[in-house]
């Protein structure tokens, strides 16, 4: 078993953002792509609702995307970037249907023939959806394209240790093979993050266990630059179930996609009440930020631990059609969503920090380039777009791969493999040096701080209370860890402690970052992105 292993552009991460890039950087050279888990193991295949693009030329533009996607940005949004999701994403989308993604048409033939969605803050029907298994599709269609092109060799269940920098270049990543147990080292001209974003940091979450913020966490301790880390997306309506017990971690709660609420669903509090009225004039379909703080605050009065989602009003086999895999689990879990109302709850479902690209995906490392949700460029601002994320991973893989082309031309450069060659054996990786339980315990106190304290409500208090948690956790892990678990462990305590500081520094309250103690948007001071690196 060979531990080294050499390509023209590494991709770390399986989901929409390295598939995208995997397929055009094979037009150029040889391809690796590392996943931790299984390559269908993504964020990409739990996603919902759809993907966005104006392709209804007569109702809808890209002038219209991109003025929503600025407006729920929230003051933060880089014009130059969304201009480039809005526009590229369209041609990005079709060739996606080239390639034989299906998506539901319309049975009139509004909108070039395909079911265009409405999601919140859209103010056009331009979301395009695969039942309510978009992501599912979109994955199977790049994935299917991939596994033909010889070029591209992935290495599954393989997860990113640290980043190789020689001579202040990126030349690749230090990994752990976790079927083999043992070290690998894969060199490469172009190194690619796209490795998602860190839901699992918080207790609650829509995000797949594999969220830890891997690449966003390597690329930090590589010296790259990382910024907008306070800003995470909390999805109004995930499921919820028991009554969950905060002293053990929770599984990702099952989200309720807001196309539900796009098809007419409404929110109920617990007193039976329609609450969206009182909170914004576009109710149930207002940005998400200010639905999550809604429901947040109907909680807290009637003292709940989630609000309902009445879908009373929707005709049942429309529901049974447009949303079948809601309606299955649903029913698997003892609710027929025909006829009962859902519990629902905010989950962190999205992050729209991470590291610092260019439009093009480069960081301020040469050789090392990020798309996607680990990746921040001004896309989504302060809230994301409901449907902009796919979209996002789609467009900024694909140019990110083409902007890396040419360092894989780069003559002059070689790499150099000497001192990766003395690597372990199979199976020499030694055991953990913390137990089990403590991993545990650790991982708990990391998700119920940032839950409790980072969370949709934040004040001066509660960050700081997080901060020292979080710096507690730190000094227990002060080694280099070994396993997957320390692995995983040791990058969400990082990124947690940089979303937290971030959060403690903005003194103002934009889009998803709400400060209790300070409840206005201060344009004068804070419509600027926060950035931290090291040193
Ligand atoms: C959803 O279906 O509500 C999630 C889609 C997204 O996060 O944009």
């Known amino acids: 078993m060979p531990n080294l292993e050499k390509c023209d552009f590494l991709i770390v991460g399986g989901g929409i953002a390295g598939l995208s890039a995997a397929l055009e950087a094979s037009k150029y050279g040889k391809v690796i792509i590392l996943t931790k888990d299984k390559i269908s193991e993504t964020a990409t295949k739990k996603a919902q609702g759809g993907i966005a693009a104006a392709i209804d030329q007569i109702k809808d533009s ?25 526009t590229e994403g369209v041609e990005r989308v079709k ?14 033939e509004a909108g070039g023939g395909f079911a265009l969605a409405l999601e919140g803050a859209h103010k056009r029907r331009r979301i395009l959806h695969a039942g309510d298994a978009t992501g599912e599709e979109i994955q199977r269609t790049l ?35 976790l079927k083999n147990k043992c070290i690998k080292y894969f060199l490469a001209k172009a190194t690619i993050i796209t490795t998602g974003g860190l839901g699992q940091a918080y207790h609650y ?12 966490a390597m690329a930090y301790r590589a010296g790259a630059v990382v910024t907008d880390m306070e800003f995470v997306q909390f999805h109004p309506t995930s499921l919820v179930q028991f009554e969950e017990l905060k002293d053990i971690i929770a599984l990702p709660r099952f989200l309720i996609s807001e196309a ?25 379909l207002a940005p998400r930020d200010i639905v999550s703080r ?41 609710l027929d969503i025909t006829r009962d109302n859902i519990p629902v709850a905010p989950a962190a479902h999205y992050f729209m920090g991470g590291i610092k690209t260019d439009i093009e995906g480069r960081t301020k490392t040469p050789g090392l ?87 949709i409500v934040r004040s001066k208090e509660s960050l700081t209370k997080a901060l020292k948690l979080i710096g507690e956790v730190e000094k227990r ?23 937290t500081k971030a959060a403690l520094d903005r003194t103002e309250s934009r889009g998803a970052h709400y400060r209790r103690d300070f409840p206005k948007t201060d344009d004068k001071n804070w419509k600027k992105h926060l950035e931290y690196h090291l040193n």
């Open 260 to 284: 539900v609420r796009g098809e007419g669903a409404v929110l109920l509090n617990n007193k039976d009440e329609r609450f969206m009225e009182k909170y914004d004039t576009q109710k149930e």
């Open 205 to 216: 979450t829509t995000n797949p266990e594999v969220a830890t913020g891997d690449g966003i």
């Open 62 to 86: 890209t002038e219209f995307h991109f003025e929503d996607t600025i407006n729920a940005g929230a003051g933060l949004c880089e014009e130059e970037s969304v201009r480039i999701l809005v």
């Open 95 to 108: 060739e996606l249907i080239q390639m034989g993604a299906r998506f539901d048409r319309a049975e009139t």
């Open 143 to 177: 994935g299917a394209k991939i596994v033909a092109d010889k070029l591209v060799n992935i290495h599954q269940h393989t997860l990113g240790i640290d980043l190789i920098i020689e001579n202040g270049k990126c030349i690749g990543v230090k990994a752990l093979d």
């Open 477 to 499: 892990l002060n080694y280099s860890p070994i396993t997957k678990e320390e692995i995983e462990l040791k990058n969400l305590t990082l990124v947690s402690k940089l979303t």
């Open 369 to 455: 380039y990020a798309a996607g949700e680990c990746a921040s460029l001004g896309i989504h601002g302060a809230n994301r777009l409901a449907s902009n994320s796919l979209l996002d991973g789609l467009v900024f893989g694909h140019r990110s791969a083409a902007a890396a082309k040419h360092e894989t031309q780069d003559t002059r450069y070689k790499i150099q493999d000497t001192k990766h060659k003395a690597t372990s054996k199979k199976g020499s990786i030694a055991n953990s040096k913390l137990k089990e339980a403590e991993l545990k315990r650790f991982k708990l106190i990391i998700k119920s701080s940032m839950w409790d304290n980072v969370g």
């Open 294 to 334: 809604a429901i947040y605050q109907e909680m807290q009065e009637t003292r709940s631990d989630h609000v309902h989602l009445s879908l009373a009003k929707l005709d049942h086999e429309k529901i049974k059609k447009r949303f079948p895999v809601i309606y299955k689990t649903c029913l698997e879990r003892g």
